[in-house]
RNA sequence: GCGCCUGUAGCUCAGUGGAUCAGAGCACCGGACUUCGGAUCCGGGUGUCGGGGGUUCGAAUCCCUCCAGGCGCGCCA
């Protein structure tokens, strides 16, 4: 990256200026500090304003405080220092002490040279390579379809799956299907499937209190009775009788996880049952194992974790006087199977907002079991409020109104579903308006970036229909794109990995959908002022193939990582 | 009561220590085409960046406080 070039520079800058003579003795000695951590708080940055240069660096204005020097005048001792290079044209002082870098038109050409050279690898970086890293995401209860309350993890897990590998990492993507048997959502799930089955019976049976009364319930119900006629009809009525019931419609409940996440475009690499765990004996394993060390014990009948010594408010229970474990005994076997038996170096939990308080529980009991904090990350993502005819709708999988995502998908699409979903950051409440996402599909701006990449392919189409001998790069000459839109693209196009790095860093996929806009328009500018197939112009609309196709390949990593396509035509 | 998230243009939201940083999209109004796709382009913004205080060379951005909204706070998951 040329930032990190310019970065070289002004290193070398300041370790020539800490060896200088002739100046006070303390500011060359932080500079060589200085110089050798080069704080993240000094920024190389492409200004907003572009008559502030290609790039520009706060550097002066940031040490001006720790050299105790001011700061323009630090900022003309380091770009005195700055050595002989072959991509700086010129460097200026400005404002109150930035150091605008004008780069050699030069460089934006190399630049499109480099992303055409290794189009799949433009934007990549080696950051993280050698570190294992999962994003454990969805996860939802295996009681029902995803639905739009609790679908907003599903795009967001995959782009920021997306964009970890792109920075290196290596990434597993799992969702952890909590079917353990002191689950109990599901003892209610399954009992609200046998009151259908009996209904369905005709026998009369009161539906319990707190029960799932959304229909695909009662289809569930219907299935059952197709499949094996009355033959559960004499199962008792207790959590034995949820138990078995839950047994009957665990596989179509995950097949249907399964087909929804597909729906929205997603793979998983594994998807972990919480039974695995129980078939193993492994919560009891690891509950023992706390007692035998001190950090659990017992009191009341029940087993408690030491959570309050690790950072939690209070104490947790693991085992319940019942003698069953909790949810938090079961995620601690989880977290031992991630940690230290498949060996993540990282875990990024996403989860709904109703997780929140669950945060700080949880990293105690990590911490409990010797995971370092820095090992596991948790993102929150906010509630998605789902609007029809101006009004919000209940959510809850309890009632019979839930919305599905896959009746989204069904209405809008995929592409447009997962833009919606990602544009957005994570921390910010999300108005999902049907209505207007409905009467919008032809205005969205999905639409917007997909057509920038559709008519690229239509300007290709047309030159392979013309005739238009498309030469290799080493025989076209860039540096004829001089235009201001063409410079303004490429420079859009040196900006992008950048943007990369930085959205994978932030955990903010939302940033994508934000650039893809502005290179698309970017793009649509530059195609209104420059014709691209000039046959007056041969050598010209050579190099302006070039530049398009370069547009292409950002377009197609940016909408690959969105998990969205690229269409040819539209 | 405590904790987390949010408060920016009519609406939905970016920007979370930099300079022309008061922004985008939508909506609304007015323009552009005998030429590579008009799902396009160009022009049109009088906003207490929720209020107040503080830190800083510099604050929408960091700290404190108040106000408003959302969501959590179980031997549920």
């Known amino acids: 990256m040329i930032q990190e070039q310019l970065r070289q520079l002004i290193h ?38 572009p008559e502030h240069g290609d790039f520009s660096t706060n550097i002066a204005l940031v040490l001006s405080g720790l050299l105790d020097a001011p700061p323009r005048q630090l900022a003309e001792r380091i770009v005195a220092n700055i050595p002989p290079n072959d991509i700086i ?104 499937v046998q009151a259908r089955y009996l209904q369905e019976l005709g026998i009369e049976t009161e539906f319990p209190a707190d029960g799932y009364q959304a229909d695909y319930v009662v289809d569930l119900a219907q299935r059952i009775v197709k499949q094996d006629g009355d033959a559960h009809a004499d199962v008792p009525a207790d959590e034995s009788g949820a138990l078995h019931f839950f047994s009957l419609v665990e596989e179509w ?29 492994q919560v009891r394993q690891q509950v023992n194992g706390l007692l035998q060390s001190g950090t659990a014990y017992e009191k009341d009948d029940a087993v408690w974790l030491r959570a309050a010594e690790f950072g939690d408010e209070e104490d947790r229970v693991l085992i319940r006087r019942s003698g069953s474990p909790t949810y938090i005994a079961s995620d601690l076997a989880y977290a031992v199977d991630k940690f230290i038996k498949r060996e993540f170096d990282k875990v990024i939990y996403v989860w709904g907002p109703d997780h929140a308080g669950y945060v700080a529980r949880l990293q105690a009991a990590l911490a409990a079991i010797g995971v370092k904090k820095d090992q596991s990350e948790f993102i929150i993502y906010q509630t998605v409020r789902f609007l029809e005819g101006g009004e919000p709708l209940a959510l809850s999988k309890r009632q019979g109104n839930i919305i599905t995502i896959r009746e989204i998908i069904d209405d809008i699409g995929r592409d447009a579903t997962r833009f919606f979903f990602l544009m957005r950051s994570v921390d910010a409440h999300l108005d999902f308006d049907l209505d207007l996402a409905r009467q919008q599909s032809q205005e969205n701006p999905v639409y917007y970036v997909q057509y920038a ?4 392919c239509s300007i290709q189409r047309e030159a392979a229909k013309r005739g238009f001998e498309v030469l290799p790069l080493q025989q076209v000459d860039l540096s004829l794109l001089t235009h201001p839109d063409e410079l303004t693209l490429l420079r859009k196009i040196a900006d992008y990995p950048q943007l990369i790095q930085q959205a994978a860093l932030d955990r903010a996929p ?3 959908p934000h650039f893809a806009g502005e290179l698309a328009q970017t793009f649509h500018q530059f195609y209104s002022t420059c014709r691209v197939l000039d046959p007056d112009q041969p050598a010209l609309s050579q190099a302006r193939l070039k530049l398009v196709q370069g547009t292409q390949m950002v377009l197609q990593n940016l909408l690959g990582l969105l998990g969205i396509t690229a269409p040819e035509q539209m």
Request: net charge negative; hydrophobic share 35%.
């Open 253 to 281: 409940m995950v097949e249907g996880l399964h087909e929804d996440c597909a729906a929205m475009g997603i793979e998983f690499d594994r998807w972990f049952r919480e039974t695995e765990l129980y078939e193993q004996d």
């Open 510 to 512: 939302h940033r994508l």
């Open 89 to 192: 044209e010129r460097v200026e002082v400005a404002g109150p002490g930035f150091i605008n870098f004008y780069l050699l038109p030069l460089w934006l050409h190399k630049v499109l040279e480099q992303c055409l050279t290794k189009p799949d690898r433009y934007g990549c970086s080696d950051y993280g390579t050698g570190q294992k890293v999962q994003v454990e995401f969805v996860s939802a209860n295996p009681v029902g379809p995803i639905h739009i309350g609790n679908a907003r993890g599903g795009p967001f897990g995959d782009a920021l799956a997306n964009l970890l590998a792109t920075i290196g990492y290596e990434v597993q993507r799992e969702y952890y299907v909590n079917d353990g048997p002191e689950n109990t959502q599901l003892k209610i799930f399954g009992a609200s």
């Open 12 to 49: 070398e800058a300041l370790t020539k200026m800490s060896s200088d003579n002739g100046s006070d003795v303390s500011a060359p000695l932080t500079a060589t500090k200085i110089a050798g951590d080069f704080p993240r708080s000094i920024e190389i940055e492409t200004p907003n304003n």
């Open 453 to 456: 990449h559709a008519r690229i």
